[in-house]
């Protein structure tokens, strides 16, 4: 009985196993995600947009340009005005290019 119990109880687990370690793999891999020296050309904080002139992004193997990023969050840009200098992390997410993280440059 009790081997019984251990294998339906172990059938019922591992199954959600990997869900687990995918949740921790996602975790990680954006905070991975390099730092980016960026000029803030344009915001539009009620779109969720920001144009930036970027340096190279290693992460997306993007050559340094200028062009307008969606925000994974408004709230990131509080405080931030066009001509400002800022470090940014940016990814592909759900097929658009996201700034995911965004601090002043020091």
Request: aromatic share 2%; proline share 7%.
């Amino acid at each position: 009985m009790k081997q019984r119990l251990l294998a339906l109880t172990l059938a019922l687990a591992l199954p959600h196993a990997p869900a687990t370690f995918a949740a921790d793999d996602t975790a990680t891999a954006a905070s991975a995600i390099p730092w980016v020296r960026a000029e803030v050309k344009k915001l539009d904080v009620t779109t969720g947009r920001i144009t930036l002139r970027h340096d190279d992004i290693p992460n997306l193997e993007m050559p340094g340009m200028t062009m307008v990023f969606r925000l994974a969050d408004p709230k990131l840009a509080a405080g931030v005005k066009a001509g400002d200098t800022v470090r940014v992390a940016i990814d592909k997410v759900k097929g658009q290019l996201t700034v995911i993280r965004l601090e002043p440059a020091n």
